[in-house]
């Protein structure tokens, strides 16, 4: 019995063919041969479009697939990259693309046919190439959201071609060379619909192309965003072709390796290309590139792309006898969003914060601006909320007055050309599916869709989530049904569980792109009814976490404070407390002011009991004393805002009690605050308190940001708020930094040379930020990296400026593999630079058991900035160092040793469970 792809795929590494163009290069046709007898009277010039030999030399294309079969190919490509409407308009044959595609399919059917085995099968990929235009960006430099084709279009002229290479013979699609991912998502819709139509399964092979070797694609995107953009497809395969040779692929196709749950394929180009256009590379040359893949477990399917040819494939199949195809990484066990850039929703994170301001319903200000098509200031606002720490976009063009489905497509498409507001992911929120599908078919990313509900009934509410899934997206569930609202504890269970069987069960949906929405309603109304609802949202939001495996819980959190509009600092504090008590029983997302200015941790003991006893209700006349309290808040700010011109007595009076204290303790408050106000002057009095400007660094302004490590580590501070204080300590140190120079002795030579860089997956860098600082005020000289680096890069930096060390620095879980990563790529480019690691997440432990074992250099744990100089300085004496190094390695041997013992002591969960104590016997 012929073997199918999977059992083929699971055994070996398959062999893809190389490309077709270079083929036919080889081949001295005319015009004549691309024209043909039927299209003589066709205008304009044909030599070049390939795809149209399927019609005019059959001979020439069978005889390629021929070449490439007798290589060794398991899987040959169909002649059919341009094959459809859209790129067959610039030879004014859009009437021919089918018939081009379904002659491809044909003639690569029957070419597999001569050469199959029931022991080697050989398949037929129908290639369906990016089409010459994209969905996600401009043509008109001056008009954003002009769009050159648009999704549905693109459908449409997709699964005619996919229908045909379906009908010719076809087992797989293969969707290549994409550069823009929103592409790539019509072409996956149109073949899902082909499937459904012809009753067959068709496997999916997509395959990118990165445009630099920043490793995003000509969209802006990067792999790891497009990996989140397609993760709802059921994808058979992911991988890289095009763009580079092997050695410039590599770092990228790792890239995908470690976060695939799909086969990888790879088929590079031939090389760089040379100044002549030309490709350099030979078969014998590139063959050893190419086995690094294979020896490295990288790939499942390797092939060849520009100026491959036949002698290319037949290397290819000589290196991956007997060797291991890579083994795909189990489906993420976290939601993946993304923009620009992927958002992975990691326990980390805590709480995603989804800006609400662009908003047409619930902002004044953004609604007239729309009304206005005042765009380019409606566009700021996206950028202040994502600058103010909102990791979503909500985005809402609700209104009787507005083409609510114009606007929602003009507003993305042109906010997908500002990067850093594009980086994050969009909610689409509407009451009308059409603007919500609308928004899908202008997002390249993985957007959420705002929402959906039972209130129609389970066949509307079907049909919307296979739109989601169709789209890519992720939902906010609301407890709605047929009833009406949930407003009880009950009744908000009752409908999420619903639901939740409804999505995984009939829909296939992932629970993890599920959010509920349980209802956030106002409270302290004066209605005793609705005293209890936002402590039955969190209850709900436990019973829900717990119940309903891998969902999430949102809500629009500016609801429960609605009957004190008006009284912003209530409203806050309110809001504070709410999540507080919610964030800590399971809510992950909400939609919320990023520029909040009032945490959990600020507010007084006697105010945060009243607010606790309303959102908790705990004593009957909770809402008399609140509204009590806002009365009293209300007066004192009129009083002192009626008191501001009457002298700087009152303006004294008028500030905080915090700024009562020392200037140390002001100091560190004010970056746990946020609040940059007084910095210039407090800076100024530290100054003639402190012998060095430095020490004002290590001393009050460290000990603010350890404080705010603590608190969002017990959740008392959220993602915005850090922010705040990040951009604080950046402001502290830009008014130090001419004091810190001064300080410096002239004409002494640096320290040492240090390369500090945040490492890839993770953007945070306040931490490295400070340490730049202190170790550039101890005399060592800092390159910076930033954010989001490679591990290759780092490597490249390291050699290139032979530095003495390498500070990697991470805030999030996922950032300790990485590390792992860079220490491996070290240690395989023969280095033996000193690691000091640091970070919210990093630990001793993980480095003495995850990254030392794998670098024979030092590894070293550094707790915090202050520690760094006086580990540098021991890592730059040589005899020192070795000393350090003995301690070190007999610590972790230690540290090993210990963890080892500690797990053996561990019962298993099933040993655990049969010796568990019953209280009954």
Not at 374 to 390: F, H, L, M, P, T
Not at 764 to 773: P, S
């Amino acid at each position: 019995m012929k073997k199918t792809l999977n059992e083929v795929v699971k055994d070996r590494i398959m062999i893809l063919d190389g490309a077709m163009g270079t083929m036919i290069q080889q081949y001295a046709l005319t015009e004549e041969d691309f024209r043909g007898y039927r299209y003589r009277k066709t205008p304009g010039l044909m030599k070049g479009n390939n795809d149209m030999l399927n019609i005019t030399r059959p001979d020439v294309v069978s005889d390629i697939h021929r070449k490439y079969l007798e290589a060794g190919a398991d899987i040959i490509t169909t002649n059919t990259f341009s094959s459809q409407r859209i790129s067959q308009a610039d030879y004014h044959l859009e009437e021919a693309a089918r018939e081009m595609a379904l002659a491809g399919a044909r003639l690569a059917r029957k070419a597999a046919d001569e050469f199959a085995t029931d022991e080697r099968p050989r398949f037929v990929a129908g290639s369906v190439g990016p089409t010459n235009k994209t969905c996600s960006m401009s043509p008109d430099v001056s008009n954003p959201a002009a769009r050159e084709i648009d999704y549905l279009t693109l459908y449409d002229v997709y699964l005619e071609q996919i229908e045909a290479l379906v009908e010719g013979g076809a087992d797989i699609i293969l969707i290549e060379t994409v550069f823009d991912t929103l592409n790539a998502k019509a072409a996956i819709d149109a073949t899902m619909e082909a499937e459904r139509r012809s009753g067959k399964t068709l496997p999916i092979m997509l395959s990118i192309t990165v445009s630099d070797l920043a490793g995003r694609t000509l969209s802006g995107q990067t792999l790891e965003a497009v990996l989140a953009s397609v993760s709802s497809y059921p994808l058979f395969s992911i991988g890289l072709n095009c763009s580079f040779g092997a050695p410039q692929m590599k770092p990228f196709l790792k890239e995908l390796a470690r976060k695939s749950p799909y086969y990888i394929s790879a088929y590079p180009n031939a090389g760089l290309p040379n100044s002549m256009g030309e490709y350099d590379e030979t078969a014998e040359s590139m063959a050893p590139q190419m086995q690094e893949y294979v020896d490295e477990g990288l790939v499942n399917i390797i092939g060849g792309c520009c100026g491959t040819t036949e002698k290319f494939i037949a290397e290819y199949a000589k290196i991956v006898e007997g060797k291991q195809p890579h083994t795909p990484q189990p489906k993420s066990q976290t939601m993946w969003l993304s923009g620009l850039e992927l958002l992975d929703v990691t326990p980390d994170i805590r709480f995603v914060n989804v800006g609400e301001r662009c908003n047409v319903a619930g902002s004044r200000k953004f609604l007239r601006l729309i009304n206005e098509k005042n765009y380019d200031e409606a566009v700021s606002i996206a950028r202040k909320q994502v600058a103010d720490g909102a990791l979503v976009i909500d985005i809402n063009m609700d209104d009787g007055l507005l083409d609510a489905r114009e606007e929602m497509r003009t507003f993305l498409n042109i906010i997908a050309s500002e990067p850093d507001i594009a980086k994050v992911p969009v909610m689409i929120d509407s009451s009308k599916w059409d603007v919500i599908t609308a928004g899908l078919q202008c997002v390249q990313g993985k957007a959420i869709v705002n929402s959906i509900s039972l209130k129609e009934g389970e066949e509307v509410f079907l049909s919307h989530a296979r739109d989601v899934m169709r789209y890519g997206a992720a939902v906010v569930v609301m407890c709605f049904d047929e009833k009406g609202q949930a407003t009880t504890y009950e009744r908000r269970i009752e409908i999420a569980e619903r639901a939740y069987r409804l999505l995984t069960e009939k829909v296939g949906m992932n629970p993890l792109d599920i959010i509920f929405d349980p209802n956030v309603l106002a409270i302290a109304t004066g209605m005793s009814e609705h005293d209890n609802y936002a402590l039955d949202f969190i209850r709900a939001t436990e019973w829900i976490r717990t119940n309903l495996p891998g969902a999430h819980i949102s809500g629009g959190v500016s609801n429960l404070s609605f009957s004190f509009r008006g009284n912003n600092y209530i409203r806050e504090a309110m809001h504070a407390v709410f999540l507080y008590h919610a964030i800590g029983k399971g809510m992950d997302f909400g939609i919320v002011n990023p520029a909040t200015k009032v945490a959990y941790g600020d507010i007084p003991a006697d105010q945060l009991e009243i607010l606790e006893d309303v959102v908790l209700n705990r004593r009957p006349d909770a809402s008399e004393r609140l509204v009590e309290l806002a009365e009293k808040i209300k007066l004192q700010q009129e009083a002192l805002k009626n008191g501001a011109a009457t002298g700087a007595a009152t303006a004294t009076a008028a500030e905080p009690e915090w700024r009562k204290a020392d200037v140390a303790e002001r100091l560190s408050t004010a970056l746990v605050k946020g609040v940059a106000d007084y910095m210039e002057d407090d800076l100024q009095e530290a100054l003639t308190v402190y012998p060095k400007a430095v020490d004002i660094i290590e001393g009050p302004l460290m000990a603010g940001m350890n404080k705010v490590g603590e608190l969002f580590g017990c959740g008392k501070m959220f993602l915005p708020q850090v922010v705040k204080t990040a951009r604080t300590m950046k402001k502290a140190v830009a008014i130090l930094q001419p004091y810190i120079e001064a300080d410096k002795k002239e004409g002494t030579t640096t320290a040492g040379k240090v390369l500090m860089a945040t490492v890839k997956g993770d953007v945070h860098d306040i931490g490295k930020n400070i340490v730049d600082v202190v170790m550039s005020c101890n005399n060592y000289e800092v390159i910076d990296l930033g954010v989001m680096v490679p591990a290759e890069q780092i490597v490249k930096k390291a050699v290139a400026e032979n530095v003495d060390m390498i500070g990697l620095s991470g805030l999030i879980t996922p950032s300790l593999e990485e590390m792992v990563n860079v220490a491996t790529e070290m240690e395989r480019a023969g280095l033996d630079l000193p690691i000091m690691v640091g970070g919210a997440t990093t630990s001793e432990m993980h480095v003495a058991l995850k990254i030392a074992p794998v670098y024979s250099g030092i590894v070293v744990w550094v707790k915090d900035a202050a520690q760094n100089p006086l580990v540098a300085q021991r890592l730059m004496n040589a005899a020192d160092r070795k000393k350090f190094k003995a301690e070190l390695d007999e610590r972790y041997a230690r540290l090993r040793k210990e963890y080892a013992a500690h797990q053996q002591k561990l019962s298993s969960l099933d040993e655990a469970r049969k010796n568990k104590l019953n209280l009954f016997e």
